[in-house]
């Protein structure tokens, strides 16, 4: 590592200050109730506030379906990708690109209104209750299908990452050669070796699915992010310790995934 | 078959493998232009040409990695060109090392007997045997990335072994490695074919390799078979230019055939092998630089024009008096007196030659 000179000790001091200020001044803001001192009701009172176990765990929900079908979806194909047709990479890229480029608002008002069209033209078909139970408010599986898309760039470009990292093709052959058939050899050597791509898709999903708010808002949905900002208007501290809360859960989670990370690592290298 | 078995290794019947006019080609290079070749029960062939002659092609069709446009791949007389790679019974050792990265040594050689659904106990007693078999005994543990170049062939090696394949299959196995370890590995491998006597093909663009380790050697150029013979034979005689040109050092000097002999620096020679079908004919003579003679003579009308130190050899380039340039191989001691620029005379054994057409 490079030693670190004063201008760096500089930079890293403005930049722990730009982002460390700002959270402990939402702790203080918490924690410091005027007229009262320090107490932790802000905290406390979390747990029993209405709504927040249900909203957390409907976004804890979503997050793991969307993980798994964005995972189910993208491992595969970006695997044949990279074996079968190497020279459609840049198509695909672009095409999972797009999510970035589609601001949520637009793709919300896009989903909302197939979702009211839709029952009409379906109406007369056996698919008329699909429309209904994709909006079933205990578990909105339409979210799970817009989360999936706005996950695409962020998975195409960890798993995109992991992929480059490992020679797929020789690997799938070496265990073709060894009597392994086509999804023995996806399971038992490619995806042992994406593993740390497989946990950063998962994480960067999972974030972006606790913070997402237009979409499950618009849609009319009350995961956790929608909570939090319909309780801020009431409840002022009360919000602000919620968020750092799912900041600190973020923390958590991330610190987690790093555990499992290096875990991996030093049992690679113990001799 | 006795894959799964774990008997100290019983030579089973090594099998023939056979190309039937396979044609392959990708867009518009064809890697194979009907390639016809027989590899005999327990022989160790190689596959020599340049890249992109579709040696490895060939091998991966073997494989199963690749499909023939037309013609099959037969083993022990049993078309399998439409069996897929898992089950065709073939051990491969790839160019680049292709070990599982998160498997241990011992994983990696009994991977393909946990495929095979072998017992726990059964598979690790035979993946032991294998990597002791190659010398790895003590590496067990280590993850590919804890071993050399080396080491990892080695280990790919007794993977490659442990489902006791009907064919081995090494694709350019030493070319990553260097060159002290390839020379070790080299010979490590040829004993272990004999002492197990399975039918091995290997490719390799090496011609040393292939000359110093195979039975036979196949020289294969532009998707097609040039000549499948012993080592010394593809040097000796060489069937056509090409392989003549390919396999060893050979320099061309221009001659005139005339009543089936040729004129070649003055004298007459006979011809080896076919006589070209004219009665007269410019043609190139075709020599090895070994076979050269070269003496200083202030008279000649040859040149050298360059001396190349090698050892207990030296090898120089004359230029003759027409401008054609020959290679020659002196002993040291002989090259003393001779640098460049020097006038010296060149000579032709007494010997058959080999001709052919006069290029461009």
């Known amino acids: 590592m490079a030693r670190l000179n004063p201008w760096r000790w500089g930079v890293l001091g403005l930049a722990g200050l730009y982002f460390l200020i700002p959270l402990a001044a939402s702790v203080i803001f918490t924690v410091n109730v005027p007229g009262q001192g320090v107490t932790f009701d802000a905290y406390t009172e979390i747990l029993s506030a209405d709504g927040f176990l249900p909203s957390l765990r409907l976004s804890l929900e979503l997050a793991v379906a969307t ?8 491992v595969p194909a970006m695997v044949a990708l990279r074996l079968g047709a190497p020279r459609l990479r840049p198509v695909v890229e672009v095409v999972c690109s797009l999510p970035l480029v589609v601001p949520p608002i637009a793709y919300v008002a896009g989903i909302a209104t197939v979702l009211k069209w839709g029952p009409d033209y379906l ?115 009360l919000s602000v310790a919620v968020s750092v809360l799912s ?12 555990g499992l990370g290096g875990r991996g690592r030093t049992t690679a290298t113990r001799g | 078959m006795t894959a799964t078995t774990l008997e100290p290794a019983t030579r089973q019947e090594a099998a023939t493998v056979e190309f039937r006019e396979l044609r392959r080609r990708f867009g518009t290079t064809v ?25 490895t092609t060939a091998l991966r069709m073997l494989a199963g990695f690749e499909h023939p446009d037309s ?23 790839f160019q680049s090392y292709s070990l599982f990265p998160h498997l241990d040594a011992l994983d990696n050689v009994a991977f393909g007997l946990r495929m095979r659904k072998v017992r726990t106990a059964e598979r690790r007693a035979r993946a032991a045997e294998l990597l002791d078999l190659v010398g790895l005994a003590d590496k067990r543990e280590r993850f590919p990335h804890q071993l050399s170049g080396g ?92 392989v003549a040109e390919f396999v060893g050092t050979m320099s061309r000097v221009p001659a005139r055939i005339e009543d089936g002999t040729a004129h070649v620096l003055g004298r007459r020679l006979p011809v080896d092998g076919p006589v070209p079908a004219k009665d007269t004919a410019e043609v190139d003579v075709l020599v090895r630089p070994e076979a050269v003679g070269v003496a200083a003579d202030a008279d000649g009308d040859a040149r050298v024009i360059a001396a190349a130190f090698l050892g207990a050899a ?6 003759l008096a027409d401008g054609t340039e020959v290679k020659a191989d002196l002993s040291t001691h002989d090259a003393a007196g001779i640098g460049a620029g020097t006038a010296v005379t060149v000579t032709l054994p007494d010997r058959p030659v080999l001709v052919a057409e006069r290029k461009g």
């Open chain 1, 67 to 74: 993980i798994v079908i964005v995972l189910l979806l993208m």
């Open chain 1, 123 to 237: 109406s007369r078909t056996p698919l008329f209750m699909t429309f209904e139970a994709v909006q079933n408010p205990s578990f909105p599986f339409v979210l799970v299908l817009a989360y999936v898309v706005m996950a695409l760039p962020f998975v195409y470009r960890a798993l995109d990452a992991g992929l480059r990292a490992v020679d797929v093709r020789t690997l799938v052959e070496a265990a073709r050669s060894c009597g392994a058939a086509w999804p023995q050899a996806l399971v038992r050597v490619v995806l042992p070796n994406l593993r740390g791509a497989l946990l950063n898709a998962s994480f960067l999903t999972l974030a972006l699915v606790l913070g997402e708010f237009t979409v499950a808002q618009l849609l009319g949905f009350r995961p956790f992010a929608v909570w939090i900002y319909s309780i801020s208007g009431s409840q002022a501290q």
């Open chain 2, 31 to 55: 890697a194979l232009d009907g390639l016809d070749l027989t590899v005999r029960p327990g022989e160790f062939l190689a596959l020599l040409g340049p890249s992109g002659c579709g040696k």
């Open chain 2, 71 to 93: 013609g099959a791949v037969l083993v022990d007389g049993e078309d399998v060109t439409g069996v897929p790679s898992h089950r065709r019974d073939a051990g491969m050792v």
């Open chain 2, 314 to 319: 030296t090898r120089l380039t004359v230029r």
């Open chain 1, 247 to 258: 900041l600190l859960v973020t923390w958590a989670l991330l610190l987690a995934l790093a």
């Open chain 2, 151 to 242: 080491q990892q062939q080695r280990v790919a090696l007794a993977r490659a072994l442990a489902l006791r394949p009907r064919v081995l299959l090494l694709d350019e196995p030493l070319s990553a490695l260097d060159a002290k370890v390839r020379l070790s590995l080299r010979e490590e491998i040829r004993r272990l074919q004999q002492e197990l006597g399975i039918t091995t093909l290997f490719v390799t663009h090496d011609q040393e390799e292939a000359l110093s380790m195979a039975d036979r050697v196949a020289v294969m150029h532009a998707g097609r078979l040039e000549q499948c013979a012993a080592p010394a034979e593809l040097y000796g005689r060489p069937a056509t230019a090409f």
